[in-house]
């Protein structure tokens, strides 16, 4: 199952259509196979690219928790990894 914390659905609505399908595409394709360009960035926090965008994720047996999508520009910054990170730790 994928889940998706409420912030994240925040952030996925203000994407362009065509972003919002191709993440979609990618979300549920890594889902299905486990394949995609993933990075671990800290603890349980994950990272799938697709395309110029950053789906934050955790993963712990079949279920994928969404807790934030950014462009790669911003994919990184310390300050963002942290707020990614407490969200995750309110699932």
Known sequence: MILLHHAAAKEFEKLPLDIRDR???????????????????????????????????WKRGEDIGVVGVDHRSRAYIPERVEALEKRLRRN
């Open 23 to 57: 993440v979609v595409r990618g979300l549920k394709e890594f889902h299905e196979t486990g394949k995609g360009n993933i990075r671990h960035i800290r603890g349980e926090l994950w990272a799938l690219a697709v395309g110029d965008y950053r789906v934050y994720y």
